[in-house]
């Protein structure tokens, strides 16, 4: 299989790191892959039409997009116990917090092409304001959760470590752990996982 990413994407993160933690990495080549906002990268649109990372090529010749389609069949693969239940409340708790971290992702790249691509001058900051206030709702309620995560590492962990990760790597300057002292405690004990630091991104 093959897997386009590059090491700045938190979605391709998700991935990376599911496969490692599923035992899966040895059967997955990572393909680095630039994309931006402004400048299609016209290999990848032969991937995937929205241009966009992560997509996985299948055994099969399968284009499989987004970050959660990925993990969710990179889940049938394995033998280790399943990250996403078949049916009933535990699977849509699952997808809930999956949509959660990935929500707060999705915020936290409107607010790097806001800050990074646009000139200063025609910054939007309410809008950017905006999307903050989405990211500090999901680390409340990451916050609350962390509290009484197992020490399995699932969606939620997964998800979680990719927020925060992103959080440092693009916006030091917002401090996320002084008002997420509880979230700051886990992932500092999570960041030393094998698949979290081997996708950090430099």
Request: net charge negative.
């Amino acid at each position: 299989m093959k897997l386009f990413m590059n090491e700045g994407s938190p979605f391709a993160r998700k991935a990376r790191i599911f496969a490692r933690e599923k035992g899966l990495s040895d059967r997955i080549q990572e393909v680095v892959t630039a994309v931006s906002p402004v400048d299609a990268n016209s290999a990848l649109a032969r991937e995937n039409p929205l241009i966009k990372i992560p997509v996985l090529v299948t055994d099969d010749g399968a284009r499989l997009y987004d970050s959660g389609v990925i993990c969710e069949y990179l889940d049938t693969l394995h033998e280790r116990a399943r990250a996403f239940p078949s049916s009933g409340p535990a699977r849509f708790e699952t997808l809930g917090q999956q949509a959660l971290c990935d929500g707060a992702l999705d915020a936290a790249i409107l607010c790097r092409y806001e800050l990074a691509l646009r000139p200063v001058g025609l910054r939007w900051n309410e809008w950017i304001e905006g999307q903050r206030l989405k990211i500090g709702g999901a680390l409340s309620v990451l916050e609350t959760e962390a509290q009484s995560w197992p020490d399995e590492f699932e969606m939620a962990q997964i998800g979680a470590v990719c927020v925060l990760g992103y959080l440092d790597f693009r916006f030091p300057e917002w401090e996320w752990r002084r008002t997420h002292p509880q979230l700051a405690g886990w992932y500092r004990a999570a960041s030393i996982r094998p698949s979290v630091v081997a996708t950090a991104p430099a």
